[in-house]
């Protein structure tokens, strides 16, 4: 009965690679959130999504991409991983928008990934 | 643009003491604050918002927090600290729903408190 949850937890891989991170909600929420935190515990939004409008932060390099199959799974792919990519990435989710007493995010459990 | 500041990296507190981790926030328009706690290899979790209304702010595991509009101030604290409090808290603000957000949270650093026996 996971409300947020992310696979894989850790993800270890090489300079160059490709990899997907999977996150699904069945919160019944709207939107959808991809934050990385630093190995300094910083925690800052990369992506937001909602009802097929996608909000970019633009410093997010295009190597990084969100797809949303559905309103349920927002997956996060990263093209030629670079070793700055290391760093623990969290799916969150929100049910609304525009209702104030809904505006609180759920966090997934985090995908640490390792680039060496 | 919104911004929060955590000033302090760390507290330290004893078990069965009054605890406090501070949170200053600046935002145009009206503000929504939240509190975050991330256990060790863990997700964050809601403990708590401010939407509107009272000021007190009740939240989960017995902690509280304070809405101070006037020194726009967000303090989150518990009675009677217990050794389990231990863990990395984070003070939030929303972004106001305009062009270009769609409500991200944006975080201060983090405080980590420790809650010794």
């Known amino acids: 009965d996971t409300a947020v949850s992310q696979t894989p937890k850790y993800l270890v891989t090489q300079m160059g690679n490709d990899k997907s991170i999977k996150c699904e909600q069945n919160?019944?929420?709207?939107?959808m959130y991809w934050y990385k935190q630093d190995s300094k515990k910083f925690l800052k939004i990369m992506f937001s999504?909602?009802?097929?409008?996608?909000?970019i932060n633009e410093t997010v390099p295009n190597r990084f991409s969100p797809k949303s199959p559905d309103k349920a799974h927002l997956n996060l792919h990263i093209n030629s991983l670079e070793l700055g990519d290391s760093a623990v990435y969290f799916c969150?989710?929100?049910?609304?928008?525009?209702?104030?007493?809904?505006?609180?995010?759920?966090f997934g459990p985090g995908t640490r990934l390792t680039v060496t | 643009a919104q911004s929060v500041a955590q000033p302090e990296d760390q507290v330290n507190v004893a078990e069965g003491n009054p605890l406090t981790v501070k949170c200053t926030y600046s935002v145009s328009g009206n503000p929504y604050l939240f509190w975050y706690v991330q256990y060790p290899n863990r997700g964050l979790q809601f403990l708590l918002k401010?939407?509107?209304?009272?000021?007190l702010v009740k939240g989960s595991y017995g902690f509280e927090a304070e809405f101070n509009k006037s020194q726009t101030s967000f303090h989150l604290k518990k009675p009677s600290a217990l050794v389990s409090d231990s863990a990395l808290y984070f003070c939030?603000?929303?972004?106001?729903?305009?062009?270009?957000?769609?409500?991200?949270?944006?975080f201060g650093k983090g405080t980590k408190l420790s809650v010794k026996p």
């Open positions: 939030a603000v929303r972004e106001p729903n305009y062009q270009g957000s769609q409500g991200n949270l944006i």
């Open positions: 999504y909602n009802n097929k409008e996608l909000i």
């Open positions: 919160l019944g929420h709207d939107t």
């Open positions: 969150a989710s929100s049910q609304d928008l525009w209702q104030r007493d809904s505006y609180e995010q759920y």
């Open positions: 401010y939407i509107t209304g009272d000021n």
